[in-house]
């Protein structure tokens, strides 16, 4: 069975660089059937797409962090990963990394998500 | 604030039934598939329903999705305590080129 599991600091200070990395078990992460990609969820609110990356390396961001972010794959190590640059509170939130079926635009697969607190 | 818009809060009694709204523009709902995840206390959320009215493997057939125009809902027939949970729809966006999702409903079982 598929699994996920995020993992990286919980805690990032202020305009430094947010990393996390999802290690995918169970089911390889070459597969051309499949895209990978980071949601995050603030306290109290809602879920927000961050970006998706292919097997092959193609991204696609939210416009609203493009200049902020970078999504990487390494698939020798059946990982992907979410930096996050110039963090401030707003980016307080629970991150999830989750699989999207090609051609698909919904996540079958979701990691637990880590809290990752921006803080001095 | 979130792109499709969910009533923050919903209710129902044991073995009745309840609907949840959700609703977006011509870029979201208007022209794409709507999909919904449940995400029960503490744990990550689990895809519901898929392309409007789909279920994937385990979901029970008491959730059904529809969609009209650029508005969409979730229902739940037969409400069970464990369904306790808050829910999301989303959609793809052609504008944003990815998913949007609803702020949630939380929905309890009284």
């Known amino acids: 069975q598929l699994q996920l599991q995020e993992s990286g600091p919980g805690l990032v200070k202020p305009s430094e660089t947010l990393s996390l990395t999802c290690t995918v078990s169970?089911?390889?992460?070459?597969?051309?059937?499949?895209?990978w990609g980071w949601i995050r969820q603030p306290p109290g609110k809602g879920l927000e797409w961050i970006g998706t990356?292919?097997?092959?390396?193609?991204?696609y961001y939210n416009p609203s962090l493009r200049s902020r972010v970078t999504i990487s794959v390494d698939t020798s190590k059946n990982q992907f990963a979410l930096r996050l640059t110039s963090v401030t509170a707003a980016d307080t939130a629970v991150y999830s990394c989750a699989r999207l079926p090609e051609a698909a635009s919904y996540f079958d697969q979701w990691g637990q998500g880590t809290l990752v607190t921006v803080s001095s | 604030q979130s792109v499709l818009t969910q009533p923050p809060s919903a209710s129902g009694t044991p073995g009745l039934r309840v609907t949840i709204s959700c609703s977006g523009s011509?870029?979201?709902?208007?022209?794409?598939?709507v999909n919904w995840y449940q995400q029960l206390p503490g744990t990550a959320p689990k895809l519901l329903i898929y392309?409007?009215?789909q279920r994937p493997s385990g979901v029970p057939d008491r959730f059904s999705g529809s969609k009209s125009g650029t508005s969409a809902s979730l229902a739940i027939s037969g409400l069970q305590s464990e369904d306790e949970a808050d829910y999301y729809c989303?959609?793809?966006?052609?504008?944003?080129?990815?998913?949007?999702f609803g702020g949630g409903t939380k929905l309890t079982v009284l």
């Open positions: 989303s959609a793809w966006d052609d504008s944003l080129n990815g998913p949007v």
């Open positions: 990356i292919s097997y092959s390396g193609r991204t």
């Open positions: 011509s870029s979201n709902i208007g022209s794409n598939f």
């Open positions: 169970g089911g390889s992460i070459s597969s051309s059937s499949f895209f």
């Open positions: 392309y409007i009215n």
